[in-house]
């Protein structure tokens, strides 16, 4: 995951914070299932702080279920 230092804006639609974090599509498609519109530029996503941090709040989520799916 890398930092962005130029004036790239926020990858969600409808968000005008300044990106903070990019991350590949892969790792942010968890967004778009949970009801986020990403604009995706070159295979990569740019988040503001609070878009990054609900991304990671929704990973730490899936790999829960997935970890109880695995035990059932
Ligand atoms: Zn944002």
Do not use: D, F
Request: glycine share 6%.
């Amino acid at each position: 995951m890398g930092r962005v230092s130029r004036g790239e804006q926020c990858s969600v639609e409808g968000c005008k914070n300044k990106a903070e974090h990019s991350v590949s599509y892969e790792e942010a498609k968890i967004l778009e299932s949970h009801g986020y519109k990403l604009r995706v530029q070159h295979n990569r996503v740019y988040l503001c702080k609070e878009h990054y941090r609900e991304l990671k709040k929704l990973r730490k989520k899936t790999e829960k279920l997935e970890k109880w799916r695995r035990m059932g």
